[in-house]
């Protein structure tokens, strides 16, 4: 496997609506064994891409920790937003650089028209990284 973002990252993304739960977000998370979901806030900025992410830190700090009701809370509360977002072409490194100046744990990553098409995380170069080795050409 090469070491381009595209062959490490999880497609299709989870993807929900900015004025849904954040219960509906954890149990999408939970049923599917992810750590996020995108935020689609497009229709909102005239039909061009712009999304959000909700992490389950996010929901760890901002939910739990806060003692707030996730049944009572929508999303856009505590999305953050605008996302940073890899490239497809990018390298794992590039990919692990950005992760590590922003201290993300999740990366989505657009295409060439700001269109999510997959995401990746810190699990993903871990696995890279185990399956791979890491070496100069990363």
Known sequence: MSNKVRDWMKSPVVVVDPDSTVSYAL???RRRGIHSVVVDLTEEHEGRPYYGIVTSTDIHYKIIGAGRNPKE?????????????????????????TMYEHNFHHL????????????????DLFTAAEERGWGEDW
């Open 27 to 29: 149990t999408l998370m």
């Open 73 to 97: 809370t929508r999303v856009r509360e505590i999305m953050s937003a605008p996302v940073i977002t890899a490239r497809p072409d990018w390298t794992l490194v590039q990919c692990s650089v």
């Open 108 to 123: 989505p990553v657009a295409d060439e028209n700001g269109v999510i098409i997959g995401m990746i995380s810190a699990t």
